[in-house]
């Protein structure tokens, strides 16, 4: 079986070096070479054009940066769809809109595609060790013919749903944690102008029944000032814009959310787009 990988970005060139590591027969893509030496080293091969890397694949994997991107690179008679294998299968990785999702499934139907959203929990620690939870919207047999390559990738796939149901349901998990990110944050900063010291405040509140169990991994950050990426902010706030937009089209308010997607926004304008998304205590702090 001969699988395709379309985006090396800080998730996507450690879910095909977890391909490779599992002896997948394996050809990547990326707009930018810095990833790909590295994962040619590890076995990956290379095509001379984005079309010639998915033409004799069974299987693609896109994990690109946002709708637009995975429309350019897939749709219309110059995209991916194309030029891919009459019953190939396309496991759309990035994370979109629902409604986008249902667009990518129809435009592969056009060209005999079959279409899989699968997008991901997890960030660059978990894609590196192969921890990564994938919440899929697929038929269960066709999601089938796929879950052996997942496993090389993660160690957990949630079938969710028919198609778009993937997308949607990362949509409420990247909601939650953008909102829990802030939370934490600001009760932080109140607890030290009340006077509390800020090592406490880090050791104690992560522990709390009331805390999100993932900002134990950011403390270190906060308490460093250091915001390494491993998730980015402006994607965070990117996926906070998808959500909005999910609810204008449902007429559902969103008014929680909304404010948070606003004061990422800020903190995009302010410099910390290419930083961590804990970087929203930074610019709280400020």
Not at 6 to 25: P, Q, T, Y
Not at 121 to 136: D, I
Not at 211 to 232: C, G, H, L, S, W
Request: with cysteine; charged share 20%.
């Amino acid at each position: 079986m001969k699988v395709a990988f379309i985006g090396l970005g800080i998730m996507g060139s450690r879910m095909a070096a977890n391909l490779l590591n599992n002896g997948v027969d394996l050809t990547i893509y990326n707009r930018s070479q810095q990833p790909i030496p590295e994962l040619k080293a590890q076995g990956a091969k290379t095509a001379k054009s984005l079309k010639k890397t998915v033409s004799e694949a069974d299987i693609v994997f896109s994990m690109l940066s946002t709708p637009e991107v995975v429309a350019e690179t897939f749709f219309g008679e110059t995209g991916n769809l194309v030029g891919m294998k009459k019953n190939a299968i396309w496991v759309d990785c990035t994370t979109v809109n629902p409604s986008f999702s249902k667009q990518a499934n129809q435009e592969s139907q056009k060209y005999g595609i079959r279409f899989i959203d699968a997008p991901v929990a997890g960030s660059k620690p978990q894609a590196q060790n192969a921890e990564l939870v994938f919440f899929v919207g697929a038929d269960k047999n066709l999601l089938a013919q796929i879950e052996v390559l997942l496993s090389y990738m993660g160690n957990k796939t949630i079938h969710i749903g028919q198609t778009t149901q993937g997308s949607a349901f990362k949509i409420l998990v990247n909601i939650m944690l953008a909102q829990s990110m802030l939370i934490f944050s600001e009760a932080l900063i109140l607890g030290e102008k009340m006077g509390i010291s800020k090592e406490f405040l880090l050791n104690a509140l992560p522990n709390l029944p009331v805390a999100a169990p993932f900002t134990k991994i950011k403390t270190d950050m906060i308490r460093n000032d250091n915001y390494e990426v491993q998730f980015p902010l402006e994607w965070m706030y990117k996926d906070l814009q998808l959500a909005a937009q999910t609810a204008y089209e449902l007429s559902q308010p969103l008014y929680l959310a909304n404010l948070t997607k606003e004061l990422f926004a800020s903190a995009k304008k302010s410099g910390l787009a290419r930083e961590d998304f804990a970087a929203i205590h930074k610019y709280l702090n400020q």
